[in-house]
């Protein structure tokens, strides 16, 4: 007899307060990518996605947070990472660059904006300019880049782990 | 004139030794879903990818994952979870059940196969019964669970997080 009795879709954990991480993301090239990232933004006990472009949810993906997550749509991004930055946010986006920070070393600000950038083109340098700090996720093996939606995983999945109760 | 200059696809980590996580998946119901976890496992620097049933890669998702790296198929799970932990590995099993670890304070051994149920029902009875171990990844929100990639994805992030350089 197992030790271990599945209890799938358990009750999720209470925060102690609302989560301040926005999550923004550039045009996407796959309502496939952003409804997996909505749909971990969910899980992950967001309330705030920012999406940019004509990029729309597929529910049939992204599950109950296309109800659950208040979606803001806006043409482009930099106005959006404007107005974030004038909310007191953090701009922290996740890019291979220059003076990218490694996650695994990275302490987030609790009020933080998440801004991802497009898979093929990843963020323009106007969009870059905006961005207190970037981070990136150490690769060790091809293809040497994380598809969108997965690299999104693990930056969501290290804010979580810093800050468990919100 | 931003700090911040593109450098995707820059040369990835290179590893002090080859990493001994070995991910193990149950029969799967979305090649999709095998072929994004099996892009993760290259990009985290694996060396080794454990299929179980038909389930079949997508070159088109897994992209260079599925020359680099060592893909084994077997029927079923539970004669390969035998043949590992006879190998030394420790089983851990990614699910929500009665005493599943949570994920943020989990001491990966460096040794490990990381066992991954099937997106509807997990993993079995018969495949949990073998496990040393189970980690759960919290959830906060709405859908109450994890995409299985974007799950594998956070794991394969934590057992990164802990040994970086293998």
């Avoid at 150490?138 to 939606?149: E, F, I, M, T």
């Amino acid at each position: 007899m197992s030790d271990f009795v599945h209890e799938r879709h358990k009750p999720p954990r209470q925060l102690d307060r609302p989560r301040e991480l926005v999550l923004v993301c550039a045009p996407m090239r796959s309502n496939v990518n952003l409804s997996r990232i909505a749909r971990a933004a969910g899980c992950c006990g967001l309330t705030r996605l920012i999406c940019c472009g004509p990029g729309r949810l597929d529910r049939k993906i992204a599950r109950d947070a296309a109800d659950t997550l208040e979606i803001e749509s806006h043409r482009t991004l930099e106005p959006v990472l404007k107005k974030l930055r004038d909310d007191g946010f953090r701009l922290v986006g996740l890019e291979q660059t220059s003076h990218s920070h490694d996650l695994h070393q990275y302490k987030f600000e609790r009020r933080t904006a998440l801004v991802i950038g497009n898979e093929r083109t990843g963020l323009t340098d106007d969009s870059l300019a905006l961005l207190d700090d970037v981070v990136e996720i150490p690769v060790w093996g091809l293809p040497y880049s994380y598809n969108v939606a997965t690299a999104t995983a693990m930056a969501l999945y290290e804010y979580c782990r810093q800050f468990p109760a919100g």
